[in-house]
C-alpha cells in the first residue's frame, strides 16, 4: 500500500497467482459472514453477496488497467530520458551544420510517434510494481491523493480494531468456558453476558481486557520497528486456514446430514442488510493489494480470466461456509466469530480439534496484526512527508507509532462487537477503497491515455467494463452504500 514503485518479487504463475489471491481475499470478514446471512436472511444475503462480487470483480479490472496506464507511463518516460540521453551524445558528435541539426529535430521529434505506433500494447505491460499510493499521485491532484491516504488510514485503523479485538475475544471465549461452567452437558443455546463471572471475582469482560492488554504488549512494540510476512509463515498461516475451513465444513454438513441441523433462516430480513453490506464488502476486499499480488505474474495474457475464475471460486466457498452455518445452527446462536461455535463439547467431542478451531483466529491474525501496523503507520509518513525533508527521531520512532496503535487499542477496549466493526469499516472505508478510488483512477488513467499517446492508443490491459456507464454506476453504488448505512445507523439510534 505505500506509495512507491517497488521491486517486482520472483515470479510465479498464474495458477498460484489465483492461490495467492484467492488466500489474501478470504480472511477475517468470513468468520462474520455466518451470522451476517442468519441476521439478514438466506435469500437477501445470497443475492446481495454474487452482487457484491461482481461489483468487486469490476474494480478490480478496473485497477489491473490503471496498472498497466501506469507502467505505459514510466515506460514512455524512461524512453524519453534514454532518448535524451542519445540526442545529447549524438549532438556533441556532430558538426555545427544548419541542416544536420534541422534533421536531429525533426528525428526528435518523429520518433516518439513512431515508437508508440512500433511498440503497440507492449507498453502497457505490467512489469513494474506500482502500488495504489503511487498511481494515486500519478493520476490525482493534490487533494485526490490526501484523500487516498486518509481513506486509506481509516480502513487500516479498522483492520487493527478488528483483530485487536478478535484474538482477546476467542481467548475470553474459549478459557472462559473451559475454566468456567461449560462442559459437554451444556446446551447448545447457552447464552453469556459480559457481566458472567469467569474466573472467580473475575467478570468475563474483565477477562476480555485482561488478554487484550497482554495482546498490546506482545504485539504492539512491533509497530515501532519493521516487519515484514516471510514466505514460510505466509504458508504455515494459510495451511492453519483451510485446514480450519475444511473442518468446520464437513462437522456442519455432518451435523445437517445427521439431522442435527437446528437452523431456520428467514428468507429475508430487511434490518440485518447494513452489517451484511459491510460484512461483504470487507468479505471482497482486495483491490490495495492488487499491484503486489498481480505484477509477480509471470504470464498476463489471461489475467482478466485468472480473476474472474477466483471469484467465482470465492463465491461459491463463501456460499458453501454461510450456507452450512446458518442451516447447521440457530441464528441466534451464531456468534460473531463463527470458529467458537465449535468450540464446545457437544459440536466436537475431540477436544484438540475444539481448542484448535476456537484458537485458531490467535494464531492467523496475530501473525497479520504487526504487519498492518507497519502498513498504516508508513501510510502515516507518507501522507505527511514533504519533499527533501526528514522526520525528527521523536516523531518518526515514537509519535507515528503511538498514534497508529493507540486508536485501535482504544476502539477494542470499549468494544468487541465484530460484527458491528467489520461492517462500519466495510460500509465506510471498504466501499472508498473498493469503489470510489478505483472508479476514479479508471476514469482518470483513461483521459491520461488518451493524452499521452492519441485515442487510437489501446491498453491491453483495459477492462472489459470499458464503457463510462459503469464507472458512474460503481460510484452511484457506492454513495448508495454511504447513504444507506448512515441512513440505517441513524435510524436506530433514533429508535434506542
Not at 318 to 329: E, K, M, V
Not at 396 to 421: G, N, W, Y
Amino acid at each position: 500500500m505505500a506509495g512507491e514503485i517497488t521491486e517486482t518479487g520472483e515470479l510465479y504463475s498464474p495458477y498460484v497467482g489465483l492461490v495467492y489471491m484467492f488466500n489474501l481475499i478470504v480472511g477475517t470478514g468470513a468468520l462474520t459472514m455466518p451470522k451476517a446471512f442468519a441476521t439478514a436472511g438466506w435469500l437477501v444475503s445470497l443475492v446481495l453477496l454474487i452482487f457484491l462480487g461482481f461489483m468487486s470483480f469490476v474494480t478490480t479490472t478496473f485497477v489491473v488497467e490503471a496498472m498497466g496506464a501506469a507502467n505505459a507511463q514510466l515506460r514512455w518516460k524512461r524512453m524519453e530520458t534514454h532518448q535524451e540521453e542519445e540526442d545529447d551524445d549524438s549532438s556533441s558528435s556532430a558538426s555545427d551544420s544548419d541542416i544536420l541539426a534541422q534533421d536531429s529535430y525533426e528525428r526528435a521529434e518523429k520518433r516518439p510517434i513512431l515508437s508508440v505506433q512500433r511498440r503497440g500494447s507492449n507498453l502497457f505491460e505490467i512489469t513494474d510494481r506500482v502500488e495504489m499510493g503511487q498511481m494515486a499521485s500519478m493520476f490525482f491532484n493534490k487533494v485526490g491523493v490526501n484523500l487516498f491516504y486518509f481513506c486509506i488510514i481509516v480502513y487500516l485503523y479498522g483492520d487493527l480494531a478488528i483483530y485487536a479485538a478478535a484474538v482477546p475475544f476467542s481467548l475470553m471465549q474459549v478459557t472462559c468456558s473451559a475454566l468456567g461452567n461449560d462442559s459437554c452437558g451444556v446446551e447448545a443455546d447457552a447464552k453469556y453476558n459480559d457481566t458472567d463471572p469467569c474466573w472467580g471475582p473475575l467478570r468475563r469482560m474483565d477477562a476480555y481486557r485482561i488478554y487484550l492488554a497482554v495482546f498490546t504488549l506482545l504485539l504492539g512494540p512491533f509497530t515501532f520497528f519493521d516487519v515484514q510476512k516471510t514466505k514460510y509463515l505466509q504458508i504455515l498461516t494459510s495451511l492453519m486456514r483451510w485446514i480450519a475451513f475444511a473442518i468446520m465444513i464437513v462437522l456442519a454438513l455432518v451435523r445437517i446430514a445427521h439431522g442435527r441441523g437446528e437452523g431456520r433462516p428467514p428468507l429475508a430480513d430487511l434490518s440485518g442488510i447494513r452489517n451484511l453490506l459491510g460484512v461483504c464488502v470487507y468479505s471482497f476486499m482486495c483491490q490495495h493489494s492488487l499491484p503486489s499480488l498481480l505484477t509477480p505474474v509471470s504470464s498476463k495474457r489471461h489475467l482478466t480470466r485468472l480473476v474472474f475464475l477466483d471469484y467465482v471460486l470465492i463465491l461459491a466457498f463463501y456460499g458453501l461456509l454461510s450456507f452450512t452455518a446458518i442451516f447447521c445452527f440457530r441464528g441466534d446462536s451464531l456468534l460473531d466469530m463463527y470458529t467458537l461455535n465449535f468450540a464446545r463439547c457437544d459440536v466436537v467431542g475431540l477436544a484438540a480439534v475444539r481448542f484448535f478451531l476456537g484458537l485458531f483466529p490467535v494464531f492467523t491474525i496475530s501473525t497479520n496484526f504487526p504487519i498492518i501496523a507497519v502498513t498504516l503507520r508508513n501510510n502515516w509518513k507518507t501522507l505527511f512527508h514533504r519533499e527533501g525533508g526528514t522526520y525528527p527521531w521523536v516523531v518518526d520512532r515514537v509519535v507515528f507509532p503511538t498514534i497508529t496503535l493507540l486508536p485501535p487499542v482504544l476502539v477494542a477496549f470499549c468494544t468487541h462487537d465484530l460484527e458491528s466493526l467489520v461492517g462500519i469499516t466495510g460500509a465506510y472505508a471498504g466501499t472508498g477503497i473498493q469503489y470510489v478510488i478505483p472508479a476514479f483512477l479508471v476514469y482518470l488513467c483513461r483521459k491520461d491515455t488518451q493524452l499521452a499517446f492519441g485515442h487510437g492508443t489501446v491498453n491491453k490491459h483495459r477492462s472489459p467494463f470499458r464503457h463510462a456507464f459503469w464507472v458512474g454506476f460503481v460510484l452511484l453504488w457506492a454513495f448508495s452504500c454511504f447513504f444507506f448505512v448512515t441512513a440505517n445507523i441513524v435510524l436506530s439510534e433514533t429508535k434506542l
